[in-house]
Each structure stands twice: as C-alpha cells, then as structure tokens.
C-alpha cells in the first residue's frame, strides 16, 4: 500500500471512531478514545499545539502576495476548523494561484461521496502533472 492508501486508511479509521463517538456506539467511548489517541497520540503533542497557536497569534499578515510559485489551494465550503475564507484569501492574494473548491464533508475532504472524491483528486492530480517536474 502507498502512504496515498494508508492515509486513507488512517482516516477512514478516525472517521469510525468519530462516528462511534458521536452515536456513543455500542461498546462506549472509552475504548474508542483510546483507540485515537493509540494511533495519534494527543499528549505529546499538546506543548508544540499550544506553541504553535502562540506563534500563530503573534503572526503579522502573511506575504502572500510575493509568492511566485505554483500554488495549489485546497478548500472545502463545509470547513469548520480552518474556514473556506481563509482559502479564498489566500487564492486572491497569490497571483496565479489555482483554487479547488471542494463540495462536501468539513476539513477532511477525503470523506464523503466517492465521485466528489475522486472529482478533486483529478484536479490535484492534473495541477502537479502541470506543475512538478519528474
């Protein structure tokens, strides 16, 4: 399996556990968060989340107009962590930039309707064969 199908695999389990958590599921949520936390720890990640938020606070605005690479932004419309805003922004702000918008499920755009999916996967595909160099 390509690291592709294992982060699909990855999560397609927290996507489980997420609806095991939501439904409270027959066996509970105990096992269920330690399940998550066995394959994404949360612990020793907490001190370099909590960083990283203090450095984002004191970010001034970002130069993205001076960025002159290819740039593919992703967005969903349903992004409830980082916010479809934030993607029109940035593709407004970087000249020549390339915007997928993404139609369906939150922040982790790979879950929900399979022709969506592979809709966007074309377009992130069709980006790099245009963009990256073998």
Do not use: K
């Given at each position: 399996m390509n690291a592709f199908g294992w982060l699909l695999a990855v999560l397609a389990l927290l996507g489980l556990a997420m609806l095991v958590l939501r439904c409270g599921g027959h066996f509970g949520r105990r096992p269920?968060?330690?399940?998550?936390?066995?394959?994404?720890?949360?612990?020793?990640?907490?001190a370099g989340v909590m960083s990283d938020l203090a450095v984002q606070q004191a970010l001034d605005e970002l130069p993205l107009g001076e960025i002159r690479a290819p740039?593919?932004?992703?967005?969903?419309?349903?992004?409830?962590?980082?916010?479809?805003?934030n993607a029109v922004n940035a593709h407004d702000r970087i000249a020549g930039s390339t915007l997928i918008t993404v139609e369906q499920f939150g922040h982790?755009?790979?879950?929900?309707?399979?022709?969506?999916?592979?809709?966007?996967?074309?377009?992130?595909?069709?980006?790099l064969a245009d963009h990256v160099r073998p």
């Amino acid at each position: 399996m390509n690291a592709f199908g294992w982060l699909l695999a990855v999560l397609a389990l927290l996507g489980l556990a997420m609806l095991v958590l939501r439904c409270g599921g027959h066996f509970g949520r105990r096992p269920v968060l330690l399940l998550a936390d066995a394959m994404v720890p949360a612990l020793p990640r907490f001190a370099g989340v909590m960083s990283d938020l203090a450095v984002q606070q004191a970010l001034d605005e970002l130069p993205l107009g001076e960025i002159r690479a290819p740039t593919l932004i992703v967005g969903s419309r349903h992004d409830g962590d980082i916010g479809y805003a934030n993607a029109v922004n940035a593709h407004d702000r970087i000249a020549g930039s390339t915007l997928i918008t993404v139609e369906q499920f939150g922040h982790f755009i790979w879950w929900g309707d399979a022709s969506v999916t592979r809709d966007f996967e074309v377009r992130i595909e069709a980006f790099l064969a245009d963009h990256v160099r073998p």
